[in-house]
């Protein structure tokens, strides 16, 4: 095993992380994509990656928080801008 620089145990990166940290990214890509089209058929399917994020990978648990905290204002905001504009919600 080898040892950092502040003598903690360094860990391999496996593909758990990255599909955690992917499906994050993707998590706040289609929460802005749903501010603009039909917010109720993509934040929904977006709050869902990121909770899969957040349980998948412990190491990337801050951005899938952020991509839930994302999601979650994308949906307050996209369905307003949906009412205020009339425009169709699904």
């Known amino acids: 095993m080898s040892v950092d620089a502040h003598g903690e145990r360094a860990t391999r990166w496996t593909a758990t992380d990255t599909m955690g ?4 990214t993707i998590s706040i890509f289609t929460s802005a994509l749903g501010l603009a089209y039909r917010p109720v058929r993509l934040i929904p ?11 998948m990978s412990p190491r990337h648990t801050r951005l899938a928080g952020f991509a839930i905290a ?6 307050t905001l996209g369905m307003t801008i949906a009412v205020l ?4 919600l699904y």
């Open 85 to 88: 504009t009339e425009n169709s």
């Open 70 to 75: 994302t999601a979650v204002i994308c949906w």
């Open 21 to 24: 940290g992917l499906l994050a």
């Open 45 to 55: 399917f977006a709050i869902l990656l990121a909770f899969v994020a957040a349980r």
